[in-house]
């Protein structure tokens, strides 16, 4: 389809039928970023109150913390980030215990049932509307205008989330025709199936590329052990998601593509949060999303400090996400956008608490603490590293012909070194890594709970190197 049609016809015509205020929400946004740092503060002010004058009309879970806290919230009411301090974090478990009790089913547009992919054993089922719809495909919008990606240009999309992929009847394949997209599926990561993504990609010619860090990283280096070429004239930007863009991968993806690599950052509960510019800082949706980063004790960290990421979502108005405590660990900055933007900006995104390796005497390791060793050894073409307890990780190895003996002794030296003497490694050796549930191949997973550790190591610094 003409780009021009897609942009000016389709898209927007598609997102009226189904009742998505998607473009005004585009326009609003250009707009509303050239804002100065105060003025978009006051915009979210403002969008908060008539977020929580919802929540206390229709929502008694919130209802009731809203009285207890004596929040005003009446018309000439003037909320300061001070205000939403007063109300309770709000934990998965609360989301999980008392969902029934947050949603507003009769909002305008209806409600929608969804659900998180469920990594720490237990998922979370929630609701969202209209406005949170539009939230997300807007924000996105608004980013891909930041690389010279517009709608209606061909993207790809590298993606693995079954809810898009069961649908392929005929109107899904005519709607990704129509909007000029094209879907490879993540879940099947194969040699073969590679070899033809990248063939594919070479007749589509896409100015985006867009999927999971981990698979598209797993996709450039395949594209580079074959000599195959996809460094593609009409590619402005490889956008990945779901999870850390490791220095590492951006380094190959940007190699193999010859393209800059940018990060977005976002959760199916709270949605689109933040993408990296092409100053290269992660910017917020400032618009959309209230940001706080929290230490263990429940207060602001300070610039520079690791905190969790506890956010409002100011477009959820079915099923309000208010002081959520995503778990997701940032780093604090005050920075200013170096854009000019008012827009917020996140020091860095250091991954999800399932991200974190926790040592014996507490102390947090980022995930690259441990990629560094098995990715140092020749023998290993692939890996996965879990840990089950602080003494115990498993380490899930794909060989390729350099393996031996004494690579299974270099890894095991590598961690103990990194965990402590008395960790125990459990070397797996497999044909194959299967991806998770939600297409992703994520190299460590840890089941340790980060609380203890987090009291002594929150403000620790990330590993350096490569």
């Known amino acids: 389809m003409h780009p021009f049609l897609t942009k000016n016809i389709i898209h927007p015509l598609h997102e009226r039928l189904m009742h998505r205020p998607t473009f005004p929400y585009v326009a ?45 919230l009446n018309d000439n009411a003037v909320l300061s980030l ?36 469920g990594s720490s054993g237990r998922p979370l089922i929630f609701y969202f509307g209209r406005w949170r719809q539009a939230s997300d495909a807007a924000g996105r919008i608004r980013a ?26 005929r109107i899904k394949q005519l709607r990704d025709r ?18 033809d993504y990248i063939e594919a990609i070479r007749a589509f010619r896409p100015k985006c590329i867009y999927g999971y860090a981990s698979s598209i990283a797993l996709l450039a280096a395949h594209a580079q052990a074959r000599g ?26 940007q190699t193999v593509f010859g393209v800059p ?8 509960d709270i949605g689109f949060t933040a993408h990296e510019s092409p100053q290269g800082q992660m910017l917020l949706m400032s618009e959309s999303i209230i940001l706080e980063v929290l230490g263990p004790d429940g207060q602001p960290v300070a610039p520079g400090e690791l905190g969790e990421a506890v956010m409002t979502g100011l477009c959820s108005q079915a099923q309000p996400f208010i002081r959520y405590r995503s778990g997701d660990m940032v780093r604090q900055t005050d920075e200013a956008c170096r854009g000019g933007r008012g827009l917020h900006v996140i020091g860095e995104v250091m991954g999800r608490t399932t991200d974190f390796i926790v040592r014996a005497d507490g102390t947090i390791m980022h995930a690259l603490a441990v990629i560094y060793v098995p990715r140092a050894v020749e023998g290993v073409e692939e890996f996965k590293l879990i840990q089950h307890a602080v003494d115990r990780i498993e380490i899930q190895v ?41 297409g992703k191949h994520r190299y460590v997973v840890s089941h340790v709970g980060l609380d ?7 403000t620790a610094d990330s590993p350096q190197g490569s």
């Open 28 to 72: 609003q946004l250009e707009q509303s970023q050239w804002l100065s740092r105060e003025g978009v503060e006051r915009l979210q002010m403002d969008k908060l109150k008539a977020l929580l004058q919802i929540a206390a009309a229709h929502c008694p879970w919130h209802a009731r913390h809203i009285r207890e806290a004596g929040l005003e």
């Open 82 to 117: 001070e205000d939403l301090r007063r109300l309770p974090a709000m934990s998965k478990h609360d989301a999980i215990e008392h969902g029934d009790d947050m949603v507003w089913r009769d909002v305008p547009g209806g409600v929608f049932k969804y659900n998180t992919g």
């Open 144 to 169: 891909r205008r930041w690389w010279g990606v517009d709608v209606g240009d061909r993207e790809i999309y590298l993606w693995g989330a079954p809810v898009e992929l069961n649908k392929t009847d």
């Open 178 to 195: 129509l909007f000029n997209q094209l879907v490879l599926n993540a879940f099947e990561m194969s040699p073969q199936h590679m070899d």
């Open 228 to 253: 195959a070429d996809l460094r593609l004239p009409t590619l402005k930007v490889v956008c990945t998601t779901g999870e850390p863009l490791y220095e590492h991968q951006r380094e190959l993806i």
């Open 261 to 268: 690599a940018a990060n977005e950052f976002g959760s199916r």
């Open 398 to 438: 794909v060989q390729n012909p350099r393996w031996t003996a004494a690579s299974a002794a270099e890894i095991e030296q590598g961690i103990k070194a990194r965990l402590g003497a008395d960790v125990r490694v459990e070397l797996r050796l497999l044909d194959e890594i299967p991806p998770e549930a939600s």
């Open 452 to 458: 203890e550790g987090l009291r002594s190591a929150a």
